[in-house]
Nanobody, 124 residues
């Protein structure tokens, strides 16, 4: 079992930045691929970014490439999502997820474990 707790969401203006954090506890954090997903009102949940267990490989949705960066600190059991040049269409609840394989998480659109989510609102 892995427990995930997100933080760092908030209200920001267009063009602004936010850094989301996801703190993990429970089973060995470094054994999981980690991902960020988001769900806007009335829309399906979508993959945003992910990285492998060691952090050596990352993947991003086309809509956030060049603006978002995912990273992890296995010593602190934490994964981050740096979001720059935010746009109103980035407004959503952002969820942290842990899974066995990054490719599977992206393809399936889900992880094995989920956090409770953190709201990101970008005003125009």
């Amino acid at each position: 079992q892995v427990q995930l707790v997100e933080s760092g969401g908030g209200l920001v203006q267009t063009g602004g930045s936010l850094r989301l954090s996801c703190a993990a506890s429970g089973r060995i954090f470094s054994g999981y691929a980690m991902g960020w997903f988001r769900q806007a009102p009335g829309k399906d949940r979508e993959f945003v970014a992910g990285l492998t267990q060691g952090g050596g490989s990352t993947d991003y949705a086309d809509s956030v490439k060049g603006r978002f960066a995912i990273s992890r600190d296995n010593a602190k059991n934490t994964v981050f999502l740096q979001m720059n040049n935010l746009k109103p269409e980035d407004t959503a609840v952002y969820y942290c997820a842990a899974g066995s394989l990054l490719a599977t998480m992206r393809r399936a659109g889900r992880g094995n474990y989920w956090g409770q989510g953190t709201q990101v609102t970008v005003s125009s």
